[in-house]
């Protein structure tokens, strides 16, 4: 059974949150500032983390830093606010997708169980021990380590996952549409604008020069191409 931590300080929220997700059979818990949300997001075991931005004490940005330098579990940001900064902040932070509220109860639960499915399927799989080697960078799908001219990376899980599907398919035009669908695995949810973040941290780790990338190209129009 999963667990799922719900971090927000408005409790009739935090409570309709958690009634929606126990009648699916999840064991929900719920803190309601940003201090105890972290205590209790590393000194447990959770399976996924509901995050609000607007948290007293510490705020969603600064939580979701803390946490994901402990642990990969999926990071879901719940926010009222409909702006692509907090968007884009969130996710490079870390975060693995977003919800803005006022949000329906089907779209939670069928956004907690897609992130849930894709995170189980990754640790629980048998991955092949391929290594990919391009011009520097060296990526060791098996334990999931990126090394950049021997120095090695740390990457999110979205952001591997991302990188290896596209240094597995070299030359290959990818639409941010097929990206998201094939990496989240949330078809018709969301938005592409996750995919844009995610490619512009990967090219802040791996590139020289991320202005001018010499592996992950943009096609105008089109997409993204791993270039080899």
């Known amino acids: ?83 692509d900064i907090d968007k884009v902040r969130g996710l490079g932070l870390g975060a693995d997708d977003y919800i803005v509220k006022p949000f329906s109860p089907s779209e939670l639960v069928a956004r907690v169980k897609a992130h849930l499915s894709r995170y189980v399927r990754l640790i629980g799989k048998n991955t092949p021990k391929d290594e990919i080697y391009i011009g520097g960078l060296h990526v060791n799908q098996s334990s999931r380590r990126v090394f950049m001219n021997k120095k090695e990376i740390p990457f999110t899980t979205r952001e591997f996952d991302l990188l290896t599907f596209l240094a597995m398919h070299p030359n290959q035009v990818f639409s941010k549409e097929h990206l998201f669908e094939k990496i989240w695995g949330l078809e018709a949810m969301g938005d592409t604008a996750t995919v844009t973040v995610h490619i512009r941290k990967i090219r802040e780790k791996i590139e020289t020069d991320p202005t001018n990338p010499k592996f992950i190209e943009t096609i105008w129009g089109a997409g993204y191409r791993f270039k080899k």
């Open 1 to 83: 059974m999963s667990r799922i931590l719900i971090i927000e300080d408005e409790l009739s929220i935090a409570e309709l949150e958690r009634d929606y997700l126990e009648i699916e059979g999840f064991t929900v818990e719920i803190a309601a500032d940003g201090k105890s949300g972290l205590e209790t997001a590393l000194n447990d075991n959770f399976d996924l983390i509901l995050l609000d931005l607007m948290l007293p004490i510490m705020n969603g940005f600064d939580l979701c830093k803390q946490i994901r330098k402990q642990t990969d579990i999926p990071i879901l940001m719940v926010t009222a606010k409909n702006e």
